[in-house]
C-alpha cells in the first residue's frame, strides 16, 4: 500500500475499489491465517501434529462404528465416509468460525481500519490451510486401504479451488447477517446439523437414482446436486479419491464440475457485494 | 498548504440498539403488523466542517459525548458519514487504544508484525522497523514472550511504539497520552512532538488543555455534535472555558442554595446562634455572585450576617480547604487587622483578594463568627461552599498556589546583580503567562 497523495474518501465505493484494497492487505489475511494456526497449536503439547493426527483417528471411530456396530454394504466405508467428511469439515468449521469473525473482533473493527474482508476470509483459508494438512494422512490412508492414488487425484486442487470460493462466498454473507442479527450463528449451528445429513457424507447418494421426485419429476439424486453444491463437491472428492460402489476412481464429469464452479462463482459474487455494500456500517454495529 | 483531512459538512447519526430489532424475534413481531417501534437515533455530529493542513496540529475540545471520538473515528474510516464526505491524504495511524490488535497468546514480535499488517504493510518493511519499535518500547528482554505474560503498562508501551513507529502522515491520538510511567509518558510526548516536528498532522482529543495547548496549533471546540468554535488554540480554549464555567456557576448555585437552606445545625454547622450567617458569596471583578472564578483573578468574599441581638467585639473568619482536605489558609478579621465594635442586625464582611494565587481545581471554602477570644462560636459553617478555579490565563499547573513571580535570564558569567524590572521585555517574562491578568504590579479592577 503507497502512503501516496490519493485522497482515501469514504462512502461507498465499488467493489473492484474494495477487491484492490483487499489486494492490497493480502499480508494481513496472510498473517491472520498464520495468527489462527499459531494460537491453535500454542499451548498443545502435540501442536501441528494434531491436524495429521484427528484424521487417523476419526478414521478409527469410523471403522469401528461401521466395521462392527452398524456395518455397511459398501466396502471399505471407513473411507468412503473419510474421504468426504475432511472437506465437510473445513466448511462447516470454516462457516461457523468465519461468520462470527466480524462479532467476535469487534475490538479490532472499533479500534483499527483495515478492509473487514480480511477478517472472515482468513477464517476459511485457515481452515483450508488444516484441511490440507490432512490431506498426506487421507493419501496414506487411502493407499493401506487398498486405493493407492490414481492420476484422477490431480482433479483435486480444482476441487479445493471450486470449494473454496463457494465457502468465501456462503461466510461473506452470514457474517454480514450475523453483524445485524446475532441469531444467525445460533441458527446456523442447527442449519448446518441438517446440511451435513442432506449432504452424501455417511450415505451414498447414487441409492437415490432412481428415486423420482413427485412434481419436479427428476431424480432426488439430480434435485440435491443442483440445490446443494457441497452435494456435488463432496461427491467430486469421492469420485477421484475413492471412486463409487461399482469402480474405482475416476473423473467428475465436467459438465457437473462446471455447473458447481459457476455455482461458486456466483455465491462469492454475491458474498462480496453484500459484504462490501454493508462493511461500511460494522464499526458502529460491532 | 496542501491538505492532510478535510471534512465536508459531515452529518453522523446512530441508530440507537432498540431502533433496529436485532433478532430475528423482533423482525417477526414487526412483520406481523406489530408497531413499528419508533427508532431511536442520536445526532453526533450534525454539519461539521473543518480542514486541516498538512502539518497542522489541531486539537478538538468539549464536553464528554460531543462527537470528538467520532471524528476521529470517521477521519480513521472506522465509520462512515451518514452524510457529507471525509477525505483524508495519506497514511493514518490512529492511536485510539493501544494495542488493539494484539492477541494474548502471540508474543511481542508476532504482534509487531500483526499489527503492522493490519495497517497493511507487507512482511519486509515491517522487518525493517521491527528494530525501531523493540527499542522505542523498551521491551528487548520480553519480545519474545506471549503478552498476555505483560503487565498493561508494558502492554501499552509496546502499542504504542507499533502505532507511532508505521510513518504515518497522520496522527489521530484520543486520551492515550497517560502510557506507562513517568518517564515513558516523557518519552511518548518528545515523541510526538518529534513526530510534529518532522512534518506529521496531528488531530488530538484530550480533557486535558495542557496537552491541547502544548502539542495544537489550531483547535475546534465541539458541542453537541456542532462545531461551535475553530481557530488559533488559545482562542477556542477561552471561548470553551468561558462556556464550561458558566455551566459549573449553575451547578455550583445549586450547591450553595442548598447550603444556605440547610438545617440550622448539622456536623458541618455548629455555634450558639447570636450571630448567624446567613449567606456567603463570591463575588467577580464585576460585582456579582459567582462560584467558578478565574485563577490570579480579583475575588471577593462576602460573609452576609444577621446578628439577633448585639454582639460585641466579633471576629469573622474564613478558611478555604482544597476538596481533598488540604487546609489552604485560615483568615480572620483578627489577624487581619479588622476590629468591628459590635454587631446588630443585617451586615456583611468583604475579603478581598486582589489576585486570587490558587491553581485550577475544587475549592472549599469554610466562613465564620466568633467571640473576640477565638474560642466561642457564633456560627461556624465548615467547608460547605464548594467553588472552582478556573485556570484562565496561568499556564502554571503544578502544585497548588501561584506565586507572582517574574523569571529572568543573564546571560554571560557570574550574576553581580539581579536583574529587575527595569531590564528589557526581552529578559523577563511574567509567570502569568501572557494572557492573564495577573501580578502583584497590575491594579487589578477592585469590585465594589
Known sequence: MSAGAIPARSGSRGVAAHLGELIAYRHLVANLVLRDLKVRYKGSVLGVIWSLASPLLMMVVFWLVFGYFMPSAVPRFHVFVLVAILPWNWFSIAVSGGLRSIV???ALINKVYFPRAALP???????MV??????????????????PPTVHALWLPVIIVVQLLFTLGVVLVLATANVFYRDTGMIMDVLLLAWFFLTPIIYDIAAYRNTVLPILGISAERFMYIVNPMASLVSSYRVVLYGSAEGPPGDPALNFLFRTAATAVVVLAVGLA???RASGRFGEEV | MPEAVRLEHVTKRFTLDRGRPRAFKDAFVSLRGGRARRTETLLALDDVSLSLERGGTMGLVGPNGTGKSTVLKLVARILEPTSGRVTVFGRVAALLELGAGFHPDLTGRENIMLNGSIMGFGRSEMRRRLDAIVDFSELERFIDMPVKHYSSGMYM??????????????????????????SFQNKCRDKILALRRAGATILLVSHDPGAVRDLCRSAVWLENGRALAAGPVDEVLEAYYASVMAREEARFAAQHAAAETAPERTEDRW?????????VDLLGPDGAPRFVVGAAGPLTVRVRYLAHRRVDDPVFGLAIHRDDGLHVNGPNTLDGGLEIPFVEGPGAVHYRVQALPLLAGAYELSASCYDRTCTHPYDHHHRRFPFRVHAGGVRERLG?????????HEPGPTATACPDRTAGPAAVGQLAGDTGPAGPDQEPSVAP
Not at chain 1, 476470509?121 to 481452515?127: A, N, Q
Not at chain 1, 488444516?130 to 486405493?147: D, E, K, Q, T
Not at chain 2, 502522515?169 to 510511567?181: K, S, W
Not at chain 2, 455555634?271 to 449567606?279: A, H, P, R
Open chain 2, 400 to 408: 497548588l498556589v501561584h506565586v507572582a513571580a517574574r523569571w529572568a
Open chain 2, 157 to 182: 508501551r509496546l502499542g504504542f511504539a507499533a502505532a507511532v513507529n508505521m510513518d504515518a502522515d497522520t496522527l489521530l491520538i484520543d486520551e492515550v497520552l497517560a502510557v506507562g510511567d513517568q
Open chain 1, 104 to 106: 467476535n473482533n469487534a
Open chain 1, 121 to 127: 476470509i482468513s477464517m476459511v483459508v485457515s481452515e
Open chain 2, 271 to 279: 455555634g450558639s446562634g447570636e450571630v448567624e450567617i446567613v449567606g
Open chain 1, 130 to 147: 488444516n484441511f490440507l494438512l490432512a490431506m498426506p494422512v487421507l493419501f496414506v490412508i487411502l493407499y493401506l486401504s487398498g486405493l
Open chain 1, 274 to 276: 453484500v459484504f462490501f
